[in-house]
């Protein structure tokens, strides 16, 4: 079965540091991997993406995240946290099985906390 | 300009009855979704939709019916409410023929079943 998952319930991170949010996966195949960030009482904003080539994304707001295959892992980076970064993380692979429509699944989710 | 927009924004409604969340994209998407994210913050795809094909999560009870009247729109509804569908439901869309894959979720929909 295909699945991520989010070993941190919470990241606590100081304004101004370099943040990391972790991520595996475990796809059968090449997957493709998503990160979502979710202010308090909102939707789910779209961060980034890897699909294929450069294992190296950059998205919105400053964020990256590394593609890792041997480590199959895709963690969400950032140089240098903001208060305003505080936020759900939510790391996503689309399910490769579920039909044409690329339903995706989520992991738990990672709670954010940067403080001044 | 909402990308994808949901009402209502809040629902409160007593056990037993029917209910329906509207979801409309302007995106021109071709593929349409329902989560439902429970208190616990997990996030759990119910349905996918488009116009070839519906996709049915096998846990989601059959209380739940996803109506599509046109392109844009994937309206949910829920006979018979219980407790636990208290949870916020998210629609989502993304174009899935020759698209990006991107899904753009709606600000959701707090259910309260009382």
């Known amino acids: 079965a295909q699945s991520v998952a989010q070993p941190e319930d919470q990241v606590n991170v100081a304004e101004g540091n370099p943040l990391t949010v972790k991520c595996t996966y475990s796809?059968?195949?090449?997957?493709?991997l998503f990160w979502y960030v979710q202010y308090p009482n909102r939707g789910l904003q779209f961060l980034l993406k890897?699909?294929?080539?450069?294992?190296l994304v950059k998205g919105s707001y400053g964020f990256e995240a590394e593609f890792n295959k041997s480590q199959t892992s895709f963690h969400l980076k950032k140089p240098s946290a903001l208060v305003s970064d505080s936020a759900l993380y939510f790391c996503a692979v689309r399910d490769l099985y579920g039909g044409s429509q690329g339903n995706l699944i989520f992991g738990k989710g990672t709670k954010l906390s940067v403080k001044p | 300009d909402t990308a994808v927009s949901q009402t209502p924004k809040y629902l409160v409604t007593q056990m037993g009855n029917d209910k329906s969340i509207k979801c409309e994209q302007n995106?021109?998407?071709?593929?349409m979704y329902w989560y439902k994210q429970d208190s616990k913050k997990f996030l759990k795809i119910m349905f996918s939709?488009?116009?070839?094909?519906?996709?049915i999560n096998e846990t989601v009870p059959n209380r739940f019916s996803p109506k599509s009247p046109d392109k844009a729109h994937l309206n949910l509804h829920i006979n018979s409410l219980e407790l636990g569908d208290s949870a916020v439901y998210f629609c989502a869309s993304s174009q899935t023929q020759g698209g990006t894959d991107t899904q753009y979720f709606g600000p959701g929909t707090r259910l309260t079943v009382l």
């Open positions: 890897y699909i294929t080539g450069d294992n």
């Open positions: 939709y488009n116009n070839k094909e519906l996709i």
């Open positions: 995106l021109g998407h071709d593929t």
């Open positions: 796809v059968s195949g090449n997957p493709y």
